[in-house]
């Protein structure tokens, strides 16, 4: 079973940026896929990104991509979100998770083991 730690979240301005980062531990880390969600008040979870086990592949929405990048450090288990040119829709509660199965999954069913997510909020 793996346990997430979400980090980095803040007040920004928009057009800033910010690094998020997700600390797992637990020996399935470095071969899972993994992914960032995000959750706005009163709204449904929505995916942001999404890495391959092994980093070589990354996947997007179209509402962050160009702005986001994920990425992740196997040897230190830690998965990030680089967010930049942030914009005030972009302010949520954002979770990192460990994806069921490998390949593009861009659904919250088919991810495990949430984290307790961290804040964004951007100012416009």
């Known amino acids: 079973q793996v346990q997430l730690v979400e980090s980095g979240g803040g007040l920004v301005q928009a057009g800033g940026s910010l690094r998020l980062s997700c600390a797992a531990s637990?020996?399935?880390?470095?071969?899972?896929?993994m992914g960032w969600f995000r959750q706005a008040p009163g709204k449904e979870r929505e995916f942001v990104a999404a890495?391959?086990?092994?980093?070589?592949?990354?996947y997007y929405p179209a509402s962050v991509k160009g702005r986001f990048a994920i990425s992740r450090d196997n040897a230190k288990s830690v998965v990030y979100l680089q967010m930049n040119n942030l914009k005030p829709e972009d302010t949520a509660v954002y979770y990192c998770?460990?994806?069921?199965?490998?390949?593009?999954?861009?659904?919250?069913?088919?991810?495990?083991?949430w984290g307790q997510g961290t804040q964004v909020t951007v100012s416009s």
């Open positions: 890495i391959s086990w092994n980093g070589d592949s990354t």
């Open positions: 998770a460990v994806s069921w199965t490998r390949g593009a999954v861009t659904y919250a069913a088919g991810y495990r083991s």
């Open positions: 637990g020996r399935t880390f470095s071969g899972s896929d």
